[in-house]
């Protein structure tokens, strides 16, 4: 992910919630919940599979403290390099005529990784095609990944 400082700050508010200044994988599954409900503004929260929240959390624990400081944080979501690379692997899932991910090529990609179901995959199509077009763009993609 590659978030900007002020959206880094503003996550962490969301997900830690005692001000202790680590998350735990609960806290951050209720962050992101919180986050994706306020910028949806009123619409339908769309929630994020349990296995996706685990791969997030695990990625971010760069320690293995099953923990997340808000330095590991701030490292992993502010790196300048994250958005491109997105895009770049983007270009490569996506239909090469629409420029677009639909369900097939999102289903190809999580596949790939044998960790998830088809239930799981239509999950991830309903939380991040955000104008509801049944496709996923570059904007909807770097969106779901920040």
């Not at 609960?26 to 296995?51: M, R, T, W, Y």
Request: hydrophobic share 35%; glycine share 6%; charged share 30%.
């Amino acid at each position: 992910m590659s978030l900007t400082p002020e959206q880094c700050e503003q996550f962490w508010t969301y997900a830690d919630a005692n001000g202790d200044g680590i998350l735990t994988i609960h806290e951050l599954k209720a962050g992101l919940h919180s986050f994706i409900a306020d910028k949806q503004k009123g619409g339908e929260v769309k929630c994020i599979p349990d296995n996706v929240i685990v791969e997030i959390f695990n990625d971010l624990d760069k320690d293995g403290s099953k923990s997340i400081s808000k330095k590991e944080f701030l490292q992993e979501l502010m790196l300048p390099h994250r958005r491109e690379t997105l895009k770049a692997e983007f270009m490569k899932l996506c239909n090469p005529v629409t420029k677009k991910m639909g369900r097939a090529e999102v289903a190809k990609m999580c596949q790939a990784t044998r960790t998830y179901s088809n239930e799981d995959i239509e999950k991830i199509m309903q939380a991040a095609d955000i104008n509801g077009d049944g496709q996923i763009d570059l904007d909807e993609f770097l969106a779901a990944c920040s």
